[in-house]
């Protein structure tokens, strides 16, 4: 199984930028597709940006489209997530996303990811 682990959430200032980091251990994600999503207070998950195997394919949600980065480090077994202009919307607990092994292509869709990290919050004042 893998295990994912989210880094980089905080408290900032609208227009401030963040960078989330999803390090993963027990298996490599060399071989699949990755995932951002977020669950703000009161709703429910949502999409934000996936990337495929090797990083030649990102697609992202229309919200975080221009401001949001999704890449890759196969080496380092990360997954990144540049947030920049941020805006009190995006205030959520964000979460990384694996899928299976042989999985490469980015999908936006919560049920192809078998595997989830524990979420890092982001919160963002006006």
């Known amino acids: 199984q893998v295990q994912l682990v989210e880094s980089g959430g905080g408290l900032v200032q609208a227009g401030e930028s963040l960078r989330l980091a999803c390090a993963a251990s027990r298996r490599s994600i060399g071989s699949r597709a990755m995932g951002w999503f977020r669950q703000a207070p009161g709703k429910e998950r949502e999409f934000v940006a996936t990337?495929?195997?090797?990083?030649?394919?990102?697609y992202y949600a229309d919200s975080v489209k221009g401001r949001f980065a999704i890449s890759r480090d196969n080496s380092k077994n990360t997954v990144y997530l540049q947030i920049n202009s941020l805006k009190p919307e995006d205030t959520a607990v964000y979460y990384c996303?694996?899928?299976?092994?042989?999985?490469?292509?980015?999908?936006?869709?919560?049920?192809?990811?078998?595997?989830w990290g524990q979420g890092t919050q982001v919160t963002v004042s006006s």
């Open positions: 996303a694996a899928r299976s092994s042989g999985s490469y292509s980015a999908t936006s869709r919560a049920n192809d990811y078998d595997y």
């Open positions: 990337i495929a195997w090797n990083g030649g394919f990102t």
